[in-house]
């Protein structure tokens, strides 16, 4: 707890206040300007609320530095021009956001943001090597906490919200759709504010492939649209921290949430030539990859012939259909013979004769040659490599297997199922004639 004061009674306080309205009207200045609660503003160095929730705006095509940017706190609204935006004089389009007083280094503040290390590194407090009391809470991070989705997720999610929801998963199990959403503040903002006007995001093709000047001919306009983002992020704030006190009530959590948005690398001129070897590094290791795959698919299709893949406990789940190889028409003379060039030849528009489906779906036309398409993503590759899953119920590895209603898991032969432990309902191959439980990974 005492490393947890005084910015969890800040983010507190912060969580069960209100805003001010929004400004109706934004000063077209460089640097901040403060908006009270009684319609006045004022040009101030930098907000010194001891709360903010913020947001940064960048035009991308200027580069990354920021354009412009919005707060509130409980007793005010602010708005940041940079001088380039302003067409100050001698403006630079580098200008990074001050956000504090640099002579008070252990004034301790909080700051909301969403995917709030983008908005982070913008200021040019965060550059100073000395601390500077301020810490950052990310509202993408305390969703993610308690109502994030996995990876294996993601697609029923996406399926649920097309009004198509999945026949794989049963209607009881599907309620988690209703209580989760992706990370982006829009998705966020509908799951905990479903009372709320829904956030357009329209305007930020401004800032992502409009000029400078587009901007500045639609201040107004872009102001607010990153004053609404900075509202939709205080209202699920306010949400998203309640949920995250409750699952995750000691201090320490929250000391942990706060370090994990302070980190920094610093990096020298030998930051680009390590992004260069990582990357060669990486695409060197794929290829290695994907030629060993190419090498085990080469040598496993052959199998077709003498049927050895029956026996295979993942190469049985393949697709071993094998299209026969398609001859002409032979063209006869009156007396039964072949007519000149009238043989029966093999037609040339067929896609790779006498190999099993699985090994032809593999292949693609290249400048009217087939090439293997392989990749670690594939659905195959586990069969491939025969990768197993340890069971430590029964001790022991068994097949890794796709499927169709429940993705991957493994088989394990009824017989050897342990007690009191239930498969998952499954639709069993007609292609398998033992009897086998599917578990789900």
Same mark, same amino acid.
């Given at each position: 707890?005492?490393?947890?004061e005084?910015?969890?009674s800040q983010?507190?306080r912060?969580?069960?206040?209100? /805003?001010?309205p929004?400004?109706k009207?934004w000063?077209f200045?460089p640097?901040?300007?403060?908006y009270n609660a009684?319609?006045s503003?004022?040009?101030?160095?930098?907000?010194?609320?001891?709360a903010?929730v &913020?947001d /940064?705006?960048t035009c991308v095509a200027?580069?990354?530095?920021?354009t412009?940017?919005?707060?509130?706190?409980?007793s005010?609204?602010?708005s940041?021009?940079s001088? *380039?935006?302003?067409?100050a $004089?001698g403006?630079?389009?580098k200008?990074?956001?001050r956000?504090?007083?640099?002579?008070?280094?252990?004034?301790?503040r909080i700051i909301?943001?969403?995917?709030?290390?983008?908005?982070?590194?913008?200021?040019?407090?965060e550059?100073a090597?000395a601390?500077n009391g301020?810490? &950052?809470?990310d %509202?993408?991070?305390?969703h993610m906490t %308690?109502s994030?989705?996995?990876?294996?997720q993601?697609g029923?999610?996406m399926? *649920?919200?097309?009004?198509?929801p999945s026949?794989v998963?049963?209607e009881?199990?599907n309620d988690?759709v %209703?209580?989760?959403?992706m990370?982006?503040l829009?998705?966020c903002?509908?799951l905990?504010?479903?009372?709320?006007?829904m956030?357009k995001?329209?305007?930020r093709?401004f800032f /992502?492939?409009?000029s400078i000047?587009?901007?500045?001919t639609?201040f107004?306009?872009?102001m %607010?649209?990153?004053?609404?983002?900075?509202h939709?992020t205080?209202?699920v704030f306010t949400?998203t921290?309640q949920?995250f006190t409750?699952f995750?009530p000691?201090p320490? $959590?929250?000391?942990g949430?706060?370090?994990m948005?302070k980190?920094?690398?610093?990096?020298d001129?030998?930051?680009?030539?390590?992004?260069?070897?990582s990357?060669s590094?990486?695409?060197?290791?794929?290829?290695t990859?994907v030629e060993?795959?190419?090498?085990?698919?080469?040598?496993t299709?052959p199998?077709v012939h003498d049927g050895?893949?029956k026996?295979d406990?993942?190469?049985? *789940?393949l697709?071993?259909t094998?299209?026969?190889?398609?001859?002409?028409?032979p063209?006869?003379r009156?007396?039964?013979s072949?007519?000149k060039g009238?043989?029966?030849?093999?037609v040339k528009?067929q896609?790779?004769?006498?190999?099993?489906?699985w &090994?032809?779906?593999l292949?693609v036309a /290249?400048?009217g040659k087939?090439?293997?398409?392989i990749?670690?993503?594939?659905?195959?590759t586990?069969?491939?490599y025969?990768l197993e899953?340890f069971?430590?119920v029964n001790?022991?590895?068994?097949p890794l297997?796709?499927?169709?209603?429940?993705?991957?898991?493994y088989l394990?032969p009824?017989?050897m199922?342990?007690?009191g432990v239930?498969p998952i309902?499954?639709?069993?191959?007609?292609?398998?004639?033992?009897?086998?439980?599917?578990?789900?990974l």
């Amino acid at each position: 707890e005492e490393l947890a004061e005084p910015w969890l009674s800040q983010a507190r306080r912060l969580a069960t206040s209100n /805003v001010p309205p929004m400004p109706k009207e934004w000063v077209f200045e460089p640097g901040w300007t403060r908006y009270n609660a009684d319609g006045s503003h004022s040009k101030v160095d930098f907000p010194q609320d001891e709360a903010l929730v &913020f947001d /940064v705006e960048t035009c991308v095509a200027e580069g990354q530095f920021p354009t412009l940017a919005a707060a509130v706190s409980p007793s005010a609204w602010y708005s940041w021009c940079s001088q *380039h935006l302003c067409r100050a $004089s001698g403006a630079s389009a580098k200008e990074l956001i001050r956000i504090s007083d640099s002579r008070r280094r252990n004034d301790p503040r909080i700051i909301v943001g969403h995917m709030v290390s983008y908005d982070r590194q913008r200021l040019l407090d965060e550059y100073a090597l000395a601390p500077n009391g301020i810490n &950052f809470l990310d %509202t993408m991070s305390l969703h993610m906490t %308690t109502s994030g989705l996995s990876s294996q997720q993601r697609g029923e999610w996406m399926r *649920h919200q097309k009004e198509e929801p999945s026949s794989v998963i049963p209607e009881a199990e599907n309620d988690w759709v %209703t209580l989760s959403s992706m990370a982006s503040l829009a998705d966020c903002y509908k799951l905990w504010c479903p009372d709320g006007e829904m956030l357009k995001k329209e305007d930020r093709d401004f800032f /992502v492939t409009g000029s400078i000047e587009d901007i500045r001919t639609r201040f107004q306009q872009l102001m %607010t649209y990153c004053a609404r983002d900075v509202h939709a992020t205080f209202e699920v704030f306010t949400k998203t921290f309640q949920h995250f006190t409750e699952f995750c009530p000691h201090p320490a $959590s929250f000391v942990g949430m706060m370090e994990m948005g302070k980190a920094y690398l610093p990096v020298d001129q030998s930051w680009q030539q390590y992004l260069a070897s990582s990357v060669s590094a990486y695409e060197e290791s794929t290829r290695t990859v994907v030629e060993e795959l190419k090498r085990i698919a080469e040598s496993t299709w052959p199998m077709v012939h003498d049927g050895s893949w029956k026996k295979d406990p993942w190469l049985r *789940h393949l697709d071993w259909t094998a299209t026969p190889q398609k001859m002409t028409a032979p063209k006869l003379r009156k007396d039964g013979s072949f007519a000149k060039g009238g043989e029966p030849r093999p037609v040339k528009s067929q896609k790779m004769p006498g190999v099993p489906a699985w &090994f032809k779906d593999l292949h693609v036309a /290249v400048d009217g040659k087939m090439v293997m398409d392989i990749s670690t993503r594939k659905q195959i590759t586990p069969y491939l490599y025969r990768l197993e899953w340890f069971d430590k119920v029964n001790n022991r590895a068994y097949p890794l297997y796709f499927c169709p209603e429940h993705k991957w898991g493994y088989l394990v032969p009824k017989s050897m199922r342990a007690p009191g432990v239930e498969p998952i309902k499954w639709t069993h191959p007609d292609n398998l004639q033992e009897e086998l439980d599917f578990f789900k990974l």
